[in-house]
């Protein structure tokens, strides 16, 4: 599946991917839709089917056939990677702060909803979140070398924007240099805001596949946890996508971790985090936090603190993720609790309270999400709503979510057909319709594009 270029709407680098020019699903960021573009109604019948005959065997304590697997591997782990998608981008800070910024820039809209000029920097700002959230392509410097060889090396650094005139901005990036085991550079990559996004989504793509291998006949699940093993390292050492696995590579380098599937799980839960850290705790690490305790007291040290303090006045994720990791203990994951206990060692680390963070995230999430939820545009208030209700649900401390207790939209399948995979009462976005958000919400991205365009 193709990584979208930074002027699309949507994302999905899936390790379920076969090609570039193949798309299986994505979020559309600019209506929220999640679409399932490998099945249409006809084929989801027969996923369903499948589906009855995976909660048979379950009940029956059998082993389920590799054709049932064969089906289900393909839908379901795609599915709860989109919803992560979904979930992050309305139930956390960053999503609540982005559901806010649509709802300013699409009300903005002078001809549907009566806005001002003075409102238009709203449309402006929330198409820079989007083009930003995965930097350009530019910020990304892949050198010639072909030699991927394992195991791959890092080193980090930071660099800068550009501004809209071309001139080098005040604004920073956090980049991670990695190298093939001979100490060459392969790749220079970001560390953006979708790359805690992306990472947060495999984990969860993981967890469904790895949960459908185990119920596979013992001989049968050993050869598809092996297969799958290295289908997740092929992706992660695939040096054209790295600014969507860096994440679990900071994770697994700091720790010296071997175990993929926990390095995962314990990035996931860091940026979970992360994206639920409110500005006060960004600008309180920047001001509060012993930086020379982690980067050393060199005149060289002096400087990069100096970026990474930026970064953080800047309130950009992929800078308090790297830190966080930075500041972590040297030494091996805790498999019982998936890290959890080093990632709030780390925050002390930087002079923060898990328990403050908690608190004050909880005011940031409800000062954004109030401001969508009261929007005058239905879809937006709508899921809002919900996102609030996903918000308290979330157990910060577990990398893994319980999807079925949340309030999640339909799918759309490849045949414009829409299906419910969340049926639960209290999800009170069961059955909304597609079309009409849709409709909705691709009325002012037309008109937040229109306005762009207009911009010097």
């Known amino acids: ?51 009855i005959s995976l909660q048979d065997c379950i009940s029956r304590k059998e082993s389920m056939s590799h054709d049932v697997y064969d089906t289900l591997s393909k839908a379901i782990p795609l599915i709860f990677h989109e919803y992560t998608h979904f979930y992050d981008c309305s139930s956390t800070i960053w999503g609540a702060k982005y559901l806010s910024m649509m709802a300013q820039a699409y009300t903005a809209d002078n001809l549907t909803h009566g806005g001002k000029e003075k409102d238009f920097h709203h449309a402006k700002k929330f198409h820079d979140l989007i083009r930003f959230s995965l930097l350009p392509k530019y910020y990304t410097d892949k050198t010639k070398i072909t030699d ?20 080098v901005a005040d604004h920073p990036i956090v980049f991670t240099w990695f190298l093939n085991k001979n100490g060459e550079a392969l790749v220079r990559s970001p560390i953006s805001t979708i790359s805690l996004l992306e990472c947060a989504a495999m984990a969860q793509e993981i967890n469904k596949n790895i949960g459908l291998i185990s119920l596979l006949e013992k001989d049968q699940r050993t050869i598809e946890l092996k297969l799958y093993t290295n289908k997740i390292l092929d992706y992660i050492y695939n040096k054209d996508i790295t600014e969507y696995s860096v994440c679990a590579h900071l994770v697994a380098n700091k720790c010296k971790e071997p175990d993929v599937f926990l390095a995962y799980k314990v990035s996931a839960i860091l940026c979970r985090l992360v994206l639920n ?52 203990s040297d030494g091996e994951l805790n498999k019982l609790d998936e890290g959890f206990s080093l990632i709030c060692a780390s925050l002390q680390k930087l002079g923060v309270d898990y328990a403050d963070l908690k608190d004050e995230s909880r005011k940031e999430f409800l000062e954004y999400s109030e401001i969508a939820a009261s929007s005058k545009i239905e879809s937006i208030s709508m899921i809002a709503k919900a996102g609030q209700r996903n918000y308290e649900l979330n157990n910060w401390s577990n990398f ?28 009170s976005l069961k059955s909304v319709c597609l079309t009409r958000i849709e409709e909705e919400l691709s009325e002012g991205d037309t008109w937040v594009k229109r306005f762009v365009d207009a911009c010097a």
């Open 148 to 167: 991927d060889s394992r195991p791959w090396d890092y080193r980090e650094s930071i660099g800068n924007r550009f501004s809209s005139s071309g001139e």
């Open 400 to 427: 893994k979510m319980d999807f079925h207790h949340l309030s999640l939209p339909p799918v759309r399948l490849n045949d414009f057909s829409q299906v419910d995979l969340f049926l639960a009462e209290a999800n």
């Open 277 to 328: 850290t409110p500005s006060k705790i960004y600008l309180q690490i920047a001001e509060e936090c012993d930086f020379e305790s982690i980067f050393g007291s060199t005149q060289v040290a002096s400087e990069y603190i100096e970026k990474v303090k930026k970064g953080l006045r800047y309130l950009e994720p992929g800078f308090l993720y790297y830190l966080i990791c930075r500041a972590m």
């Open 1 to 51: 599946m193709p990584i979208k270029n930074s002027t699309s709407s949507s994302l999905h680098p899936s390790i379920m991917s076969k090609g570039q020019h193949e798309v299986l699903g994505d979020y559309d960021f600019s209506t929220t839709i999640v679409s399932l573009y490998s099945s249409d109604s006809k084929g989801w019948v027969k996923v369903k089917k499948c589906l």
